[in-house]
């Protein structure tokens, strides 16, 4: 196990921390440290460290800025009643992370580092994770390349870092709210041989004209279509998708290369089988999917993902209409699902699935 070192650094005052807390907000605030790992060819992954929250220096011919060659994550850490502090699934963030690194051409960095790094950061920061109703510390793992060259190849400086963010409902507001949804028939997120299945920047940047365009239709979200046949609904800029059948199947499009294996979404597949639930993971056309929540057959659509749990969908939109999933309120099957997640991720209920590892 990789030791840490941490170095002196300034907290902030109390009052300023406990008024950041009291009303977080999603990822605009930042805990007092990071962490910090180097990568070169002749060293490995070297200088472990946890330091102050701080600006990088990078030369403006970084390999980054350029290509975009990176990668990262997003996972939770939860206060307990108890006091006590726990991540949830964060081995599955690790391995995934593994997978974007390969994709990116960036070196692969041991689910060991990935762990110990996180856990650290926490232990250190603890006076950052929030308390209040469905709040959290969310954790950013990422690595980025540094090189400075134009030439287009693999860098051969690389630096890994996580920053931890409190955070409340990715969507603002208090209780769960249904979004509206627009799909797009002029953008694609991702194609196939792309890094549709990798986590990083360069698959949301592609999405986020098309965020715009759903922002001017006043939707919140945007869902994309396949890359190649613009039919089959595939994933939201930033959330997996899931619909229920009147007859209590729970549908969510099939992965590709083209789509994020979401740890949330592994963990719905799980739930909704062990409560009974017959689970599909298929195509998902996009006219079937309007037909069927136009005549009743689907009665519940929700998306999932670290930053917005379960969140149920209102309305898909289109340039043809708009279509109402039952009376745009949350569905049963979506609630029981998001109750169970989260009891079990804020140690209400038994976790029997060994998903929450706790830290300190």
Not at 69 to 90: N, T
Not at 183 to 203: E, H, L, Y
Request: proline share 6%; with cysteine; aromatic share 10%.
């Amino acid at each position: 196990m990789a030791d840490f070192h941490l170095a002196p650094t300034t907290r902030r005052p109390q009052a300023e921390r406990e008024a950041i807390l009291a009303s977080p907000g999603f990822g605009s605030n930042f805990s007092d440290h990071m962490v910090l790992i180097d990568w070169n060819p002749e060293h490995g992954w070297h200088d472990h460290r946890i330091v102050g929250y701080a600006p990088f220096t990078l030369d403006p011919a970084s390999a980054v800025f350029h290509y975009a060659q990176e990668a990262f994550e997003g996972l939770k850490a939860y206060a307990h009643e108890d006091g006590s502090i726990w991540r949830f699934r964060a081995d599955v963030n690790a391995t995934r992370f593994q997978r974007s690194a390969r994709r990116l051409a960036l070196p692969e960095l041991s689910v060991d580092d990935f762990l110990t790094g996180i856990d650290r950061l926490v232990e250190v920061d603890r006076d950052w994770v929030p308390r209040g109703a469905e709040q959290s510390l969310y954790l950013r793992p990422f690595m980025f390349a540094h090189s400075a060259f134009l030439a287009v190849k693999p860098s051969t400086s690389v630096t890994y870092a996580v920053i931890a963010s409190p955070s409340g409902a990715y969507f603002g507001g208090s209780g769960v709210q249904p979004v509206k949804i627009w799909v797009s028939r002029d953008f694609s997120r991702a194609a196939p041989g792309g890094t549709g299945f990798a986590k990083c920047g360069g698959n949301y940047a592609a999405s986020m004209v098309a965020q715009q365009e759903a922002e001017a239709a006043g939707c919140s979200q945007v869902a994309f279509l396949d890359a190649v046949e613009h039919r089959y609904v595939e994933e939201l800029g930033g959330m997996n998708l899931f619909a229920v059948t009147a007859d209590g199947r729970v549908i969510t499009p099939a992965l590709t290369d083209s789509i994020l294996e979401g740890v949330t979404r592994s963990a719905v597949l799980r739930l909704a089988a062990d409560a009974g639930l017959a689970v599909e993971e298929s195509r998902l056309p996009q006219q079937e999917l309007h037909r069927g929540i136009d005549d009743g057959s689907i009665r519940e659509v929700f998306a999932c993902g670290t930053a917005a749990i379960i969140t149920p969908v209102a309305s898909f939109t289109d340039p043809d209409g708009t279509h109402t999933v039952a009376d745009g309120q949350p569905g049963t099957t979506t609630l029981d699902l998001r109750q169970q997640l989260t009891e079990i991720q804020y140690g209400r209920r038994p976790d029997p699935y060994g998903w929450m590892h706790r830290i300190v």
